[in-house]
């Protein structure tokens, strides 16, 4: 099974906003779509609040849980920010 995780983050409060971010994602997912090559594929473009993107990752863990995939592509499109020790 080959699945795929999407994140496209184009809206900030503290930063400037990145839209090609959104506009990245959307395109993989179709891209990931039109090959058929994966069984799931998931995608997290908008309402990207720090809380969706962990409940958006926590969902598919969960989902998966007891059984791994035997392909996983992580795709990230946006601003990186040190927090204290987190990224």
């Not at 990931?32 to 863990?61: P, Y």
Request: include cysteine.
């Amino acid at each position: 099974m080959k699945c795929a995780l999407v994140i496209g983050v184009s809206e900030y409060s503290l930063y400037n906003e990145l839209p090609a971010c959104k506009n990245d994602a959307d395109a993989l997912e179709s891209l990931l779509l039109a090959t058929g090559e994966f069984d799931d594929v998931r995608v997290l473009s908008d309402h990207t609040s720090n809380s969706d993107i962990k409940n958006f990752l926590a969902s598919f863990v969960s989902e998966y849980q007891g059984r791994c995939p035997d392909q996983l592509l992580f795709y990230y499109s946006g601003h990186g920010h040190f927090d204290g020790n987190y990224f």
